[in-house]
């Protein structure tokens, strides 16, 4: 009799089922690791860049700032659903999640948004694009707590908290860069990134079976055990009921926690560079800039503090370090927040200092919480990062719908600011070169218009009598007042242009050159161009808008400062919640259950062996 290959020999199934029922060698672990890295980069790239484009966006589609944060709103919203259910990567694995989720957000990014034509479309795509990436949120890290041992745990998540980091990063350093001015560019190359990395994902990427992710690895030695315990594993079992299993105070608390000692990243994502173009005047290239440092050091803090974490074995002292000096230096910065003389080197030592000890404290906050949830039921991990996922949009979007709100003067920023600006410093591309000038001198001083229209009352007669004059005589005029000749011939222009006797022509052009001079030339200065419909159009633009602007810039800086102020007072809330969380606060106490835990895994294995 022919025996039949199974499924998963099946060359048709074998990029589909990449199960492993062995523990893998460390080459396996470690390339999957790194595609899960690469994905989350590059989904944080294609899902921060709204933030980035954030005033191209606005204006492309005519949106006001409350109508661009309410979008961002929902699709946190939709983000969050979708977060909720990626916990069923528990029951049909993670891999082909991640690999179908990459393929889903590229090509809305590279195809979909250049398509999108109004705000509709555009906005329709974007929650797609949050709900895709809800569901990789779950299972990325799923992965990476699969393929790594507690003692190992937080170096792992250093590495794949890198990703939304480097995300960030990537979106200030390709946007700051000023390669290329179309917003929809960036989403076309971002797009083709993330399809790059799941073309790679395709083969790379590998995924324990179910037995053996359900359980928990403390170090690499444990691997013999988990192997040998797989054939009494009841993975049905273990499933049941995984939302009554989650949903518990030490995971929901700790959840709230770090969610809202991320208010400061997730506003800076979304605000960042919206903020230093309306409050420091920014260009769009500087203000992504200066959060290049902020995401940098980021990275840094995480690999670091991830690392330092397995070293010494405990979690909680490093989240307590970190987040009390990010506190501090939130605080330094909120009280810079209403100092437009502000430097950006100050700014970018602020940050450097304080994402670097952030990511510390998010880097051994991810090990922790993923130990806290093998407290409960190692084989509900993605469940309980769904848990996660779903709070953590959920107070994100609460956060982000506020802003429109504290702060309400980006609108008349936004709308208005850069129109205004562009009138008081002449620079109107549709007027003359004489008419921007004109325009610049009235809104710095708006006196002028009232004195050159009570001139032309005042000087009335004397205006059409200068009217009547050829240019080149009142030319030899200026330069000879005495000359016969050129008073003759002014004369005779005066008495044909107004029909007048020589006598009264003569009598006008004394009247005129009683007139000072420095009337005159106000008038003649100022008079053609308040004449003209697109001049006067831009000064009444300016003298509607402009107070509107200028109250705007003066009551900004305050408002964004009670905004920045949320993210404080979150940072301050998670500090005490750090002691629900699985851990030790002393290496030697983490030394001690590390040799009782060896000695009880020999003794089970001994007994499994035997």
Not at 221 to 245: T, Y
Not at 350 to 374: D, K, L, N
Not at 415 to 429: C, F, Q
Request: glycine share 6%.
């Amino acid at each position: 009799m022919t025996t039949l290959p199974s499924e998963v020999d099946m060359p048709s199934a074998r990029w589909w089922n990449r199960e492993l029922h062995h523990y893998p060698v460390a080459k396996v672990r470690y390339t999957s690791l790194t595609v899960v890295v690469l994905a989350t980069i590059a989904l944080y790239y294609q899902l921060y860049l709204s933030g980035g484009v954030a005033i191209h966006i606005i204006e492309d589609y005519g949106l006001s700032f409350r109508w661009f944060v309410i979008l961002n709103v929902v699709a946190l919203a939709v983000a969050a659903v979708a977060a909720h259910f990626g916990g069923i990567t528990d029951r049909i694995g993670r891999a082909n999640v991640i690999t179908i989720g990459l393929v889903v957000v590229g090509l809305l990014c590279a195809v979909a948004v250049p398509l999108c034509s109004s705000r509709w479309s555009f906005a329709v795509v974007f929650c797609i694009l949050n709900a895709a990436e809800g569901v990789i949120l779950v299972a990325t890290p799923a992965v990476v707590r699969d393929f790594s041992p507690q003692l190992g745990r937080a170096s792992a998540m250093g590495f794949w908290t890198m990703g939304p980091v480097l995300g960030s990063l990537v979106v200030t350093a390709v946007v700051g860069s000023g390669a290329t001015s179309s917003w929809k560019t960036h989403y076309v190359i971002a797009g083709i990134c993330g399809l790059v990395v799941a073309v790679i994902s395709v083969p790379l990427l590998k995924e324990l079976a179910p037995a053996l992710r359900d359980q928990v690895m403390v170090e690499e030695k444990d691997r013999a055990l988990l192997e040998a315990r797989v054939k009494g594993i009841d993975v049905e079992a273990s499933l049941a009921h995984p939302s009554r299993q989650m949903f518990k105070p030490d995971i929901i608390l700790s959840s709230i926690a770090i969610s809202v000692f991320l208010l400061f990243y997730i506003g800076m994502v979304a605000f960042g560079p919206t903020y230093f173009e309306v409050n420091f005047g920014y260009s769009e290239t500087k203000a992504n800039s200066v959060l290049v440092w902020a995401w940098a050091f980021n990275v840094g803090g995480l690999i670091l503090a991830g690392l330092l974490s397995d070293r010494i074995l405990v979690r909680k002292p490093l989240m307590l370090a970190g987040s009390i000096v990010q506190l501090v230096m939130l605080i330094v910065f909120i009280t810079k927040a209403t100092r437009p003389e502000t430097a950006f080197s100050t700014f970018a030592l602020v940050f450097a200092i304080s994402f670097f000890f952030g990511g510390m404290a998010y880097v051994a906050w991810m090990a922790a919480f993923t130990e806290t949830v093998e407290r409960r039921n190692p084989a509900l991990t993605a469940t309980g990062l769904a848990v996660w996922g779903l709070i953590i949009r959920i107070i994100f979007a609460a956060f982000i719908l506020v802003a429109p709100f504290l702060v309400n003067t980006v609108n008349t920023i936004v709308d208005h600011g850069a129109t205004v600006a562009e009138i008081a410093a002449g620079e109107v591309p549709q007027l003359t070169a004489d008419q921007n000038k004109a325009v610049a001198a009235i809104a710095k001083d708006p006196t002028i218009v009232t004195k050159v229209q009570s001139l032309a009352t005042q000087y009335a007669e004397e205006l059409k009598t200068a009217a009547t004059i050829d240019a080149a005589t009142s030319q030899a005029l200026a330069t000879n007042p005495r000359d016969p000749a050129t008073l003759a011939k002014a004369v005779g222009e005066i008495s044909s242009g107004l029909s007048v006797t020589p006598a009264e022509a003569t009598a006008r052009l004394v009247a005129l050159a009683r007139v000072p001079a420095a009337d005159l030339t106000m008038i003649k200065t100022y008079g053609p161009p308040l004449t003209e419909p697109a001049v006067v159009a831009k000064l009444q633009y300016l003298k509607t808008y402009g107070p509107q602007v200028q109250q705007a810039l003066k009551d900004g800086p305050h408002q964004w400062q009670r905004y920045w102020s949320i993210a404080a007072v979150g940072a301050v809330v998670f500090i005490p919640m750090i002691w629900l969380m699985a851990g030790y606060w002393t290496p030697a106490q983490a030394r001690a259950a590390l040799r009782s835990h060896e000695t009880e895994v020999e003794e089970e294995l001994a007994k499994t062996t035997s």
